[in-house]
């Protein structure tokens, strides 16, 4: 059965200007979209792309009639990073934090740095729209009293990590991106047309086309790939990935809480069966991601599509039950890693594995409390496990650190 039809055609990138920033047909993006991720050079090759008239992707967007959770408007799908390039070079300015300034290849920078602040053409489309005269010449000037970066102005950052030469190629290129500019140049689009008036279907289509388009932007993580989901059922967004851990590392990386949630899901399974750890079968933990070696992402995304896709079932009620320990999840986490968790980074994922299979399995999923008297003994017990860990993601000893975590944290449970 047909689900939508697909219209192709093409508007001047000063349509698309400002169909970003107001109107009844300004652009908006889905929760599940990424924030602006792309660098200063990449921005500025593609405005190169389009002055040389080279071939540039469409963007993909649709009209969503609306939903109790999700506001109807017209949603981009795919194209993001293209016209919010587009933008900031027309209006000559750099968003606030400057990470992006940083070249692609200095993936230490850009691993310590990506992630620590979201920021979408969305601010921008804002403050236009608060403008008592909106017209870009006053966005110019506001953009700035808020803290933007005027590029040709960008002349030093945190930690010196400025290109120079960068700056001043982007400065003169930003300033090809005049009025003129945006009339005379085009941008592909394709326009997706739902064919059933049903609200729910249309979240799932967006959401499934944006995990299967495959375009020439910057790779998604596997977060933001299973983050479409999080758009059909919002509310489950904070069980999956918690707002008090949106700045936790695992080594270089994001703390990515799903996976845990996956890898201790089917042993608590078993547990409410058994009724205790010590009755679980050994084959129980053999069984977790069988099957998924060396592709756990693809075990996870399965995991979180089956509790999503399910709000009904076995999974999606356990999920809405959980999320009601979440409160208690998140104090123990505080007393067991400080106030200050907000920067707290584990060595690596087999460290991670450790101090937190055992913390969901009795505090989120049971919904027990860890006698913290002896927070002293646990936390040695538990660095006493990991310091000799390495990364490692093998499922053998993915299951077996499952199994030591839940076993160490049973002797610490209240009830």
């Known amino acids: 059965m047909k689900k939508y039809e697909t219209h192709y055609g093409s508007n001047s990138l000063k349509t698309w200007v400002n169909m970003m920033l107001t109107g009844a047909n300004a652009l908006k993006l889905p929760k599940y979209q990424r924030s602006f991720v792309w660098t200063l050079d990449r921005s500025k090759k593609l405005i190169e792309s389009i002055n040389e008239g080279l071939f540039i992707p469409p963007v993909t967007y649709a009209m969503f009639t609306g939903a109790q959770d999700v506001e109807a408007g017209i949603y981009i799908i795919d194209g993001q990073q293209r016209l919010t390039s587009i933008l900031l070079f027309h209006l000559g300015f750099w968003w606030e934090d400057g990470r992006n300034i940083l070249e692609e290849d200095d993936e230490d920078i850009v691993a310590n740095t990506r992630g620590t602040k979201e920021w979408t053409f969305e601010s921008i489309q804002k403050i236009y729209n608060t403008l008592k005269n909106p017209s870009v010449d006053n966005l110019r000037k506001q953009l700035e009293k808020e803290g933007y970066f005027r590029i040709e102005s960008m002349t030093s950052f945190k930690d010196g990590k400025v290109d120079k030469k960068l700056i001043e190629s982007a400065a003169s290129i930003s300033k090809l991106v ?69 700045y936790c590392m695992v080594a270089k990386e994001k703390l990515d809480f799903a996976r845990y949630l996956a890898i201790v899901s089917p042993i608590y399974d078993a547990y409410l069966k058994k009724e205790s750890i010590k009755n679980i079968p050994s084959a129980s933990y053999s069984a977790i991601a069988r099957g998924y070696a060396n592709k756990l992402n693809v075990y996870v995304m399965n995991y979180v599509s089956d509790i999503v896709e399910s709000e009904k079932g076995k999974r999606g009620l356990a999920a809405s039950r959980y999320m009601e320990n979440m409160p208690k999840f998140e104090s123990a986490f505080k007393t067991l890693f400080g106030e200050n968790l907000g920067r707290y980074r584990f060595d690596n994922s087999a460290v991670a594995e450790t101090y937190l299979c055992g913390l969901i399995f009795w505090v989120l999923f049971a919904g027990c409390r860890i006698d913290f008297t002896k927070a002293f003994t646990l936390k040695g017990q538990l660095e006493k496990l990991t310091a000799h860990q390495k990364s490692d993601d093998k499922l053998s000893g993915i299951r077996e650190r499952l199994k030591q975590s839940i076993e160490l944290f049973e002797g610490y449970v209240r009830g």
Do not use: C, M, Q
């Open 178 to 246: 005049d009025d003129d500019f945006l009339a005379n140049h085009e941008l592909g689009f394709s326009y997706i047309d739902t064919l059933s008036g049903n609200s729910e279907d249309g979240k799932k289509l967006f959401a499934n086309i944006f995990r299967n388009i495959n375009t020439t932007s910057v790779g998604l993580s596997h977060e933001e790939t299973r983050a479409a989901f999080y758009w059909i059922r919002p509310k489950l967004v904070e069980f999956f990935k918690p707002d008090f851990l949106r």
